[in-house]
């Protein structure tokens, strides 16, 4: 009989790529490295190619692999977001 192992977390992303990279990884670095390259040969500008691929390269990797407190950056700067976006109640007391 085969057994398999159910992982205790909740929010669990399969390895699918390389066996080291989520699909959402995955995703952000490609589309972090794609976009300056694509730029940059549509307007055929070295300087452009040289700032634009390690900045947008290294934003890529860190929206990819930082995690803060258990949450990864994306959905960090999401709940960020939402809370200074969000319409607020405030509940003022008489000083007595």
């Known amino acids: 009989m085969r057994t398999f192992q159910v992982p205790f977390e909740r929010e669990f992303e399969d390895r699918i790529f390389f066996g080291v990279l989520t699909l959402r990884q995955f995703l952000i670095i490609g589309c972090f490295v794609a976009f300056p390259v694509v730029l940059a040969l549509f307007s055929r500008s070295l300087i452009l190619f040289v700032t634009l691929v390690p900045i947008t390269s290294l934003l890529g990797l860190a929206l990819a692999f930082i995690k ?3 949450d990864t950056l994306t959905k ?3 709940r960020i ?3 200074y976006t969000r319409q607020r109640t405030f509940l003022y007391r008489r000083a007595k």
């Open 68 to 70: 803060i407190r258990g």
């Open 81 to 83: 977001i939402a809370f």
């Open 76 to 78: 960090y700067f999401r």
